[in-house]
């Protein structure tokens, strides 16, 4: 099949590892299968598409013009806007995100289980569920209901994220509404969990039924306890006063039942956190916008200790290897702040993107361009550095504004060149006073 692409694109297609990703008959086949390819001739090149939108995201702009002409640069021609336009109907929906879906299993397929050190030995894969929100125009309220503020209904979308954390991949990237709550969400990973796994979740995921399946399949998992659940002695099934426990021994690491009438057996541990971080989050407490919430003194006293479920035995972590392990959550963090701080994603929803359809390709190619990064281009430099020199950590942060900034440049320069400017500018900065990310994990694995 011809797709009139540039010369430009076409020799760089074997060496260059985006491109090399992008596999031109992978994209036509899923175009075929979901029917934005309806015909022999076709106006605008599926792959050309995915690539038009990523080089006009990463100038910032999102418009009709931008996009059609990027494309045209791409095929040598002129691709009028009003055709773009005409391209956002189911079809082209369902198309980029079986796109998506399509890489990430592939990937998922040819990464090779790596076998773990140190405390992370323990476990098959690490991986990290949580999920963040973008707000998107206000006209999009009836398909993508938000909160409200100041009397005005939001539009809201939410993304949800299974991270594997050994391989640097992604077990999957759902797109959601707002409303969705993450309790709703919290079954979705247990296809994606084998046994010996490790999942790493936030407060709000944390339900009861998905606790005790995860102690059926042999699923580890640490999770912080919500304030509201009630835990109980394992010998005399009476309610434990956590606060009045650790008035007493300032620590707690035991095993208890959570919930009155499921009842699943979990180890609690409680730890005292520095006053600092104890006060932090008390003036959070009380900053909070939903004045529906009239928080106990109880709770405020809670908030100076970081208390965890867990279903790992003291023979395999102790209480600190626990608390430092959950710390590896925040990798998810630093990456969604990734997604919003460096390729600014909200701003690209202005307040003209009214079709609820091209918002919803806007979000799949978004996530694709995120697949690209965060798997692809990450891994592969990750890897080259490690090969070719000692000690120069990359930076999320840093490695994905250079991405953003010179995504033309990326598929079209030397690996080489690449490679001379990335260890040059993309390293995480020399400190003595805190481990970065990826010393954080090293010193779990060593």
């Not at 090399?20 to 390819?37: D, E, Q």
């Not at 990973?189 to 399946?213: E, H, P, Q, W």
């Not at 900053?287 to 279903?311: P, V």
């Amino acid at each position: 099949m011809k797709t009139n692409s540039s010369n430009w694109i076409i020799s760089q297609h074997k060496v260059n590892i985006i491109l090399r990703h992008l596999s031109t008959r992978t994209i036509n086949k899923v175009a075929h299968a979901t029917g934005y390819i309806q015909r022999k001739s076709f106006t605008i090149c599926p792959k050309n598409f995915i690539l038009g939108f990523m080089l006009m995201i990463s100038k910032q702009r999102n418009t009709y013009t931008d996009w059609s002409t990027e494309i045209g640069l791409i095929e040598g021609r002129t691709i009028s806007k009003q055709a773009l336009h005409e391209r956002m109907r189911p079809q082209t929906e369902r198309f980029v995100k079986n796109v998506v879906k399509e890489l990430i299993s592939r990937q998922v397929s040819m990464n090779p289980s790596q076998k773990l050190k140190g405390v992370l030995s323990h476990f098959g894969s690490v991986m990290i569920d949580d999920s963040t929100t973008i707000s998107l125009p206000d006209a999009l309220a009836g398909e993508f209901p938000g909160n409200v503020t100041n009397g005005i209904k939001k539009a809201q979308a939410k993304i949800h994220a299974m991270y594997n954390m050994t391989e640097n991949n992604f077990a999957f990237l759902k797109v959601h509404s707002f409303t969705n709550n993450d309790q709703s969400l919290s079954p979705d990973v247990l296809s994606y969990l084998k046994a010996g796994d490790l999942c790493l979740r936030d407060l709000g995921f944390t339900i009861l039924d998905v606790v005790s399946a995860f102690v059926e399949k042999g699923i580890y998992f640490i999770a912080r306890k919500s304030y509201s659940s009630k835990v109980y002695d394992v010998e005399t099934k009476k309610e434990i006063n956590l606060l009045k426990e650790l008035c007493k021994k300032k620590f707690i690491d035991q095993q208890v039942i959570l919930g009155k009438e499921k009842q699943v057996k979990v180890r609690l541990i409680a730890i005292a956190v520095p006053a600092e971080q104890a006060a932090i989050r008390r003036r959070k407490a009380r900053a909070d916008r939903d004045k529906r919430l009239n928080h106990s003194n109880e709770y405020y006293q809670l908030l100076g200790y970081s208390i965890y479920i867990t279903n790992i035995t003291p023979l395999n972590c102790n209480a600190e290897e626990i608390y430092q392990l959950y710390k590896l959550r925040w990798r998810i963090e630093i990456i969604f702040k990734s997604w919003k701080s460096c390729f600014s994603i909200e701003k690209i929803f202005h307040n003209q993107c009214k079709n609820s359809i091209r918002v919803k390709c806007i979000i799949y190619l978004l996530l694709l361009y995120i697949f690209l990064f965060h798997v692809i281009w990450w891994n592969y430099y990750e890897a080259k550095v490690n090969k070719n020199t000692e000690q120069l950590e990359l930076s999320i942060l840093k490695l994905a504004r250079f991405f953003r900034n010179h995504f033309a440049q990326i598929i079209t320069t030397s690996v080489v060149r690449l490679f001379k400017q990335i260890i040059t500018h993309c390293r995480y900065d020399k400190r003595k006073d805190r481990l970065n990310a990826k010393q954080f994990q090293l010193k779990l694995a060593a």
